[in-house]
């Protein structure tokens, strides 16, 4: 809980009182390597913070996983698209390591906006801050070589190439894994 | 500015005196076609709401222009990855057609986040808005064909085959004007 608040108060001051309204909104969750958040088809209802972990976002296309995303610790992790119009998902959420939650579902997400003074600002500097990140990964299909998209991936994520498999990585950046090993042997030299 | 006014008040109530408020931020625009509201490598300083009119976004890749959004009367224009950081813009934006704005500066939007009731609110809702749009075309760029992307296309801006060249429609779908042409076709029959 005590990260969640200071990722909160990162964007907005709390007050004693409302540390607590956060603490009672949010509940703790843990998720085994494997398990999911949330399933394709399914509607996402939740909204969580990592407190530790990681977790990817896949898709099926054309009966392929692809891995479209990462969050780990320090993060909140969603499907908006899902979550705020109520529709069923077109994306899985899956844990990658052992990963512990603090998770909000819709209607209480809400009494945040309205109960905790920030709230409303909260919300939509946080949400700034997740929309930057997506639009950067749509110019950076429009744009960029798999290299380069690798590259970013390696400065954004420093901690990640250590912890996910490669096939993980290489489905991220749109290439094969051995496209991905030649990228990486280029790289070092 | 009536248009603008039921905009705002798509999301949140607005009181007669918070309308003035409104009012006295924004500032009228009119940009003749062909004319930028932002060029690459100047940092976006403005939101606008269109009144009436239509806008491109696009970027230079490898010196080829690549469009990559538009956006019409009764929507908002502004490069939120240049915008909200203060940073250089990778994408230009230009009137497609003679188009009049509703323009507020960021010091000003900041104003109208804290000195309307629901500023914040409006901010969050708004940018949720965007944000669900953007990851859409996201996901599109991931699983969808050219010919699916065509019809998304139409299907989102059904007016907008029309008022278009079709090089920024074939641009925006990533492919060649001739293999549009081809899509369009088949589609016909």
Redesign the interface.
């Known amino acids: 809980m005590e990260a969640l608040l200071r990722a909160i108060k990162h964007f907005i001051p709390l007050s004693v009182s409302e540390e607590a309204i956060v603490a009672e909104l949010f509940n703790s969750r843990r998720m085994a390597a494997g398990e999911h958040f949330l399933e394709e088809g399914k509607i996402c209802r939740h909204v969580a913070f990592i407190s530790s972990g990681l977790a990817r976002y896949y898709?099926n296309?054309e009966g392929q996983e692809?891995t479209?995303g990462f969050n780990q610790e320090g993060e909140f992790i969603s499907n908006?698209?899902s979550f705020?119009?109520a529709a069923p998902s077109?994306?899985s959420i899956q844990a990658v390591e052992d990963t512990e939650l603090e998770v909000i579902g819709y209607d209480d997400l809400q009494n945040l906006?309205t109960q905790v003074r920030?709230g409303?600002?909260f919300?939509?500097l946080a949400?700034?801050q997740?929309?930057?990140s997506?639009?950067?990964?749509?110019?950076s299909?429009?744009?960029d070589s798999p290299t380069a998209r690798y590259q970013q991936f390696v400065a954004a994520y420093p901690g990640l190439v250590q912890r996910l498999p490669q096939y993980y990585i290489a489905s991220y950046v749109g290439i094969k894994p051995q496209s991905l090993s030649r990228i990486r042997k280029r790289i070092a030299r």
């Open positions: 898709m296309v692809k479209i908006f698209q705020v119009p077109n994306v906006y920030g409303e600002r919300g939509r949400i700034e997740v929309y930057l997506s639009i950067e990964q749509l110019r299909f429009y744009t």
